[in-house]
């Protein structure tokens, strides 16, 4: 069963399972900052409010508390996730309304 995104201060969507939290986000049209996509780097980390998330490698990029890197993880619950920008700002979605 799919879990649940929460965006503390947005919405809530059901991420495809095989995809890494960063590419679910990035069908959201959310653009987060992001190098390696690998877990080396750390630049792409982001604040995990509530739930589990799992590795299937384990990162090389240190990790604090409280934060996960989305380019490498997959929720293990629903989750809730704290962006590092308002949502409006990391949106790629013209309004053609
Ligand atoms: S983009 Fe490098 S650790 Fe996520």
Partial sequence: MANIVKIV????????????????LEHQDIELEY???QGFCGCCQIQLVEGEIEYREEP????????????????LSDITIELPQPLHMLQNKQSTA
């Fill in 9 to 24: 201060d947005g919405y809530s969507f059901l991420p495809r399972s095989e995809h890494t939290l960063l590419e679910a």
């Fill in 35 to 37: 190098q390696c996509r």
């Fill in 60 to 75: 090389i990029a240190y990790v604090p508390e409280g934060k996960i890197l989305p380019c490498c993880c997959h929720p």
